[in-house]
Structure formats: structure tokens, C-alpha cells
T-cell receptor, first 117, second 114 residues
Framework: AQTVTQSQPEMSVQEAETVTLSCTYD???????LFWYKQPPSRQMILVIR??????QNATENRFSVNFQKAAKSFSLKISDSQLGDAAMYFC??????????????FGQGTTLQVKP | NAGVTQTPKFQVLKTGQSMTLQCAQD?????MYWYRQDPGMGLRLIYY?????TTDKGEVPNGYNVSRLNKREFSLRLESAAPSQTSVYFC????WGQGAYEQYFGPGTRLTVT
């Protein structure tokens, strides 16, 4: 069974600085997808970025980028030029690419990010 | 487009009471999911429905039942609520198939069982 681990329960960053959130996962599969979701105090889950395991290039979305290390089974999220609105809980999630998987997501425990003005 | 809607947003139950959480999506998605979120544990899958007419257990199905009423609606029922079911419940939907398809989440239901 696959597992996802976020070992940093809480992180803080100064506004305009850069922060990296860690995520590791365990799987025996070679094809899968990885996601980072953001959950602000409103509780709404928002997709931040996604990565296909077969792609070597790291995904980027504006100020958000990932460092995907397939051999190390690591998928960290880098937030550049942090803004007050980035304060939220961030979840790393795994999804198998096997057709029988039906799209189920496996989530990590979450990291609460505080942004200091 | 409302996306994924859930009702109610908040609910307090006494131990042993029953209730149904409603979920609907208007994005024509095949797959729908119910998760629960507990502190320090992330989101865990309770039940899912890959397509209309099918439902399957997830990681933590005990104490719950589901109904995929039609393509739009997927309800979660607690037959006899227990304090261990105090949690925030999320419904989600997505396109089914190969690809890094996003799951779209509802706003969540905060349930307290006393």
C-alpha cells in the first residue's frame, strides 16, 4: 500500500522570502501522479500544483514549483516570494496511474504554513 | 457553475443518532469521493464511486454507508453516530481515467458527535 509522509507539522516564513515544504512517499509503482493542495482557514481545498511521475521536468505554477526526485521518492513544494495569502495548511497527495485505482488520493498529514509580515 | 456542494455545513449529533450528508456536483464528473479530515492525519478516504451505479470502500468505511443516487449526487450516511466520527467531511469529484486529473472538493461539513 502507498503512503505519504509530511514530516513538518508547522513551518513559518517571512513575507517575500522562500520556503520549501517536504513530502516523501512510498510506492512500488512506477507510474503515478503527485499533487499539492492548499487548505486556507476557509477549509476549501485548492489544487496548487501537480506532477506526472513519467515527466522528468519539475512542474511550476507562477510562484509555486516542485522538486520531484523519483528515485528518492521525494516531492517538495517551493513557494517563492511568499505572500500573506499563502498562509494555509498544505497537503501532499499521491494517486496511482493504474486503471483500477479509480482516482483515489492518498494524503499526507499536512503542513501548516505561517507567513509573517 | 456551483462545482461541488455539500449540505449541511455544520451538524451536532448525539451518540446513536443517524444523519445523511448530501453532496452534488455539476461538472459531469464520473467519480465521486467521501473523505474525512482529522487533526494530524490528513484526509482519509471513506467511500468512493468510480461511476454511476458503483460504490466501493476506502480506507476507513466502518460506520458509514453511501448511495450514488445518480451521476450528480453521492450521499454519506451515518446510521448510528459515535464520538469517533467527529470530524470534517469532504466530498470530492473528478474525471475518471488516465491523467493527473484534479479532484474538486466541496466546502466540507463539520460534524460533532456528543
Amino acid at each position: 500500500a502507498q503512503t505519504v509522509t509530511q514530516s513538518q507539522p508547522e513551518m513559518s516564513v517571512q513575507e517575500a522570502e522562500t520556503v520549501t515544504l517536504s513530502c516523501t512517499y512510498d510506492t512500488s509503482e512506477s507510474d503515478y501522479y503527485l499533487f499539492w493542495y492548499k487548505q486556507p482557514p476557509s477549509r476549501q481545498m485548492i489544487l496548487v500544483i501537480r506532477q506526472e511521475a513519467y515527466k522528468q521536468q519539475n512542474a511550476t505554477e507562477n510562484r509555486f514549483s516542485v522538486n520531484f526526485q523519483k528515485a528518492a521518492k521525494s516531492f517538495s513544494l517551493k513557494i517563492s516570494d511568499s505572500q500573506l495569502g499563502d498562509a494555509a495548511m498544505y497537503f501532499c497527495a499521491y494517486r496511482s496511474a493504474r486503471s483500477s485505482n479509480t482516482g483515489k488520493l492518498i494524503f499526507g498529514q499536512g503542513t501548516t504554513l505561517q507567513v509573517k509580515p | 457553475n456551483a462545482g461541488v456542494t455539500q449540505t449541511p455545513k455544520f451538524q451536532v449529533l448525539k451518540t446513536g443518532q443517524s444523519m445523511t450528508l448530501q453532496c452534488a456536483q455539476d461538472m459531469n464528473h464520473n467519480s465521486m469521493y467521501w473523505y474525512r479530515q482529522d487533526p494530524g492525519m490528513g484526509l482519509r478516504l471513506i467511500y468512493y464511486s468510480a461511476s454511476e451505479g458503483t460504490t466501493d470502500k476506502g480506507e476507513v468505511p466502518n460506520g458509514y454507508n453511501v448511495s450514488r443516487l445518480n451521476k450528480r449526487e453521492f450521499s454519506l450516511r451515518l446510521e448510528s453516530a459515535a464520538p469517533s466520527q467527529t470530524s470534517v467531511y469532504f466530498c470530492a469529484s473528478s474525471v475518471w481515467g488516465q491523467g493527473a486529473y484534479e479532484q474538486y472538493f466541496g466546502p466540507g461539513t463539520r460534524l460533532t458527535v456528543t
